[in-house]
Each structure stands twice: as structure tokens, then as C-alpha cells.
């Protein structure tokens, strides 16, 4: 009898650890709910331009025109980036750098960056508060990026590796500056996420 309980109470204590380990799904499940958002904007229609979904993750300016150029989604082929001014299209309740806004920044003011005669915009005014809090969670996305996203106009830099983005946190537009760190001996260059445009 000794040892048959002590058989039970060694097959008990056994069954217990064995069968309280369960495979952890979280991660797995987490992914699949990522991933279903991050198409869930795909083929989104916005003023005439077709948006692709965001990349998967944040990519040199350079990796986001292969990238773009490269895409087949929706069985379209025809992906590129987009210009600043589609960008703009999509943000929403940031009134000076929506589509018609006051900021200056337009494809064809950026053109005439170096020319002070036509030099039209004023970075200072051309962002909106940065806003989180718990009653109002929303970006300043039409398609609730958060993040920020490569334009086709290129940074005036010499060796350039980066370009006007459009950040959808606060609504600004911006110009990174792919900088030397002479420390490391290295360049430090941006990434962004990309939407592609057709």
C-alpha cells in the first residue's frame, strides 16, 4: 500500500508541473493581430491615390524606393514613393500642414530649397503638437500611421541617403540629416517606414 501511495503522490506531483506548462501562443498571436492591421489599410483610397500598406519595418530611404519599386500588392505592380504633397493628403486634423495649409512645404517649394528668392516655407510652423493621452489615442493619420514615412524628394546631402519625411505623430514634415559619428567612425543613416503610391 506504502508503495503505491507513494507511486500516486510521485504520478501526482509529476501530472501537476507537466501539466501546468502550456505552449505560450502570445507571440505568435501577437504577430498575426500586427500583421492584419498593418494590411488592414491596403488599397486605401485617399484623394485619388491608392496606398499601399506600411512596410513591415523602418527602411533606409534608399532600401524604401527599391522597396516601393519592387512591391506587388493588390495585383498591382506599379508602386512608387510619394511626393510630399501626397503625404500631406494624408493627414488629418493638423490644419497648417494638411493639404492646403499654411505650411510652405510643397514638392515644388522644396525644389527651390536653395534659391532664397523662392524659398517658401517656415519649418517652424509646420508641425502640430505632439499628442497622446489616454482619452485621445489618434494620430495625425488618415490611415492611423504613427509613424513617420519616406517621401521621393530627396535631402540635399552629398552623398544622398535620405529625403523629406512626413511624421504622423505630430503632423510635421521634416528634412534628416544623414550624420558622421567621427567617434565610431561611422554614418549614421535614418529609416523610416514607407506607404508606396500608385
Same mark, same amino acid.
Request: with cysteine; charged share 25%.
Given at each position: 500500500?506504502? %508503495?503505491?501511495? &507513494?507511486?500516486? #503522490?510521485? &504520478?501526482?506531483?509529476?501530472?501537476?508541473?507537466?501539466? *501546468?506548462?502550456? /505552449?505560450?501562443?502570445?507571440?505568435?498571436?501577437?504577430?498575426?493581430?500586427?500583421?492584419?492591421?498593418?494590411?488592414? /489599410?491596403? #488599397? +486605401?483610397?485617399? @484623394?485619388?491615390?491608392?496606398?499601399? +500598406?506600411?512596410?513591415?519595418?523602418?527602411? /533606409?530611404?534608399?532600401?524604401?524606393?527599391? $522597396? *516601393?519599386?519592387?512591391?506587388?500588392?493588390?495585383?498591382?505592380?506599379?508602386?512608387? &514613393?510619394? /511626393?510630399? @504633397?501626397?503625404?500631406?493628403?494624408?493627414?488629418?486634423?493638423?490644419?497648417?500642414?494638411?493639404? #492646403? #495649409?499654411?505650411?510652405?512645404?510643397?514638392?515644388?517649394?522644396? %525644389?527651390?530649397?536653395?534659391?532664397?528668392?523662392?524659398?517658401?516655407?517656415?519649418?517652424?510652423? *509646420?508641425?502640430?503638437?505632439?499628442? $497622446?493621452?489616454?482619452?485621445?489615442?489618434?494620430?495625425?493619420? %488618415?490611415?492611423?500611421?504613427?509613424?513617420? &514615412?519616406?517621401?521621393?524628394?530627396?535631402?540635399?546631402?552629398?552623398?544622398?541617403?535620405?529625403?523629406?519625411?512626413?511624421?504622423?505623430?505630430?503632423?510635421?514634415?521634416? %528634412?534628416?540629416?544623414?550624420?558622421?559619428? +567621427? +567617434?565610431?567612425?561611422? $554614418?549614421?543613416?535614418?529609416?523610416? $517606414?514607407?506607404?508606396?503610391?500608385?
Amino acid at each position: 500500500m506504502r %508503495k503505491f501511495t &507513494l507511486t500516486a #503522490g510521485i &504520478l501526482l506531483f509529476l501530472f501537476l508541473f507537466v501539466s *501546468c506548462e502550456r /505552449t505560450d501562443y502570445y507571440d505568435e498571436i501577437t504577430e498575426v493581430y500586427r500583421e492584419a492591421e498593418r494590411l488592414s /489599410t491596403s #488599397g +486605401a483610397v485617399v @484623394d485619388g491615390n491608392m496606398w499601399s +500598406a506600411r512596410s513591415k519595418e523602418p527602411l /533606409t530611404w534608399r532600401e524604401a524606393s527599391e $522597396y *516601393c519599386h519592387d512591391l506587388r500588392e493588390l495585383e498591382h505592380n506599379d508602386w512608387r &514613393l510619394p /511626393t510630399i @504633397d501626397e503625404l500631406r493628403t494624408l493627414i488629418k486634423d493638423c490644419s497648417a500642414t494638411e493639404t #492646403g #495649409g499654411s505650411c510652405g512645404f510643397t514638392d515644388e517649394c522644396i %525644389k527651390n530649397e536653395e534659391d532664397p528668392v523662392n524659398n517658401c516655407f517656415e519649418p517652424q510652423s *509646420c508641425t502640430c503638437e505632439w499628442r $497622446y493621452s489616454y482619452q485621445d489615442d489618434s494620430s495625425y493619420s %488618415k490611415l492611423d500611421d504613427w509613424d513617420a &514615412l519616406w517621401s521621393s524628394i530627396p535631402n540635399n546631402c552629398k552623398n544622398n541617403e535620405d529625403a523629406w519625411y512626413v511624421n504622423f505623430s505630430d503632423g510635421g514634415i521634416y %528634412k534628416p540629416n544623414t550624420s558622421y559619428n +567621427a +567617434a565610431c567612425e561611422y $554614418y549614421y543613416t535614418p529609416v523610416n $517606414y514607407v506607404r508606396c503610391v500608385r
